[in-house]
T-cell receptor
Framework: EPEVTQTPSHQVTQMGQEVILRCVPISNHLYFYWYRQILGQKVEFLVS????????KSEIFDDQFSVERPDGSNFTLKIRSTKLEDSAMYFC????????????FGPGTRLTVT | AQTVTQSQPEMSVQEAETVTLSCTYD???????LFWYKQPPSRQMILVIRQEAYKQQNATENRFSVNFQKAAKSFSLKISDSQLGDTAMYFCAFMKGNNQGGKLIFGQGTELSVKP
């Protein structure tokens, strides 16, 4: 069964450094998402991406964040200058079509900012 | 803005028993979808069940069923014949209906422990 993959599984970085989290969505999916989950808290929407542009973004997704689909298979989330509060689990998700369809989640990348 | 509330931070149930997890939501939308996701200790998010708001019939997936009360904006999950593998965090989620892809809005989660 096709699945969403994410790399790395765990990333440790120093405050102020740039990080890129990578996702490979399911191949025939068209909509892509990033969510984050701070430890012990609920899952929060960051951004949705369709047709090579951002469809919607949350208040969390400020100028420090960017997303890209560089080569038709990868979907990346970049944090330009990490802060301590960016420490969280980051989940990528994809869906074949739009609303109402199941979003398939990747296993997540645990980001630790020291 | 839409909100999702899960008022039970933790619940426990004996193996083979039935448990119900509560969820309420607030929205002015008429077209939307509701979901229950399971997050086991591996932290992978797994879809358990989905309900379309325009359907009156409650969704069922094997041992999992929902009680969808649209007027009350309530969407509870019932797990029958609980199994040890059901131990996980359960999140209720809301999605607006539209054709441009929808963000999921999650509740705070209910941590379910199934005891042998």
């Amino acid at each position: 069964e096709p699945e969403v993959t994410q790399t790395p599984s765990h990333q440790v970085t120093q405050m102020g450094q740039e990080v890129i989290l990578r996702c490979v969505p399911i191949s025939n999916h068209l909509y892509f998402y990033w969510y984050r989950q701070i430890l012990g808290q609920k899952v929060e929407f960051l951004v949705s991406f369709y047709n090579n542009e951002i469809s919607e973004k949350s208040e969390i997704f400020d100028d420090q964040f960017s997303v890209e689909r560089p080569d038709g298979s990868n979907f990346t989330l970049k944090i330009r200058s990490t802060k301590l509060e960016d420490s969280a689990m980051y989940f990528c998700a994809s869906t074949r079509q739009g609303a109402s369809y199941e979003q398939y989640f990747g296993p997540g990348t645990r980001l630790t900012v020291t | 803005a839409q909100t999702v509330t899960q008022s039970q931070p933790e619940m426990s149930v004996q193996e083979a028993e039935t448990v119900t997890l509560s969820c309420t939501y607030d929205t002015s939308e008429n077209n939307y979808y509701l979901f229950w996701y399971k997050q086991p200790p591996s932290r992978q998010m797994i879809l358990v069940i989905r309900q379309e708001a325009y359907k009156q019939q409650n969704a069922t997936e094997n041992r999992f069923s929902v009680n969808f009360q649209k007027a009350a904006k309530s969407f509870s999950l019932k797990i029958s014949d609980s199994q040890l593998g059901d131990t996980a965090m359960y999140f209720c989620a809301f999605m607006k209906g539209n054709n441009q892809g929808g963000k999921l809005i999650f509740g705070q989660g209910t941590e379910l422990s199934v005891k042998p």
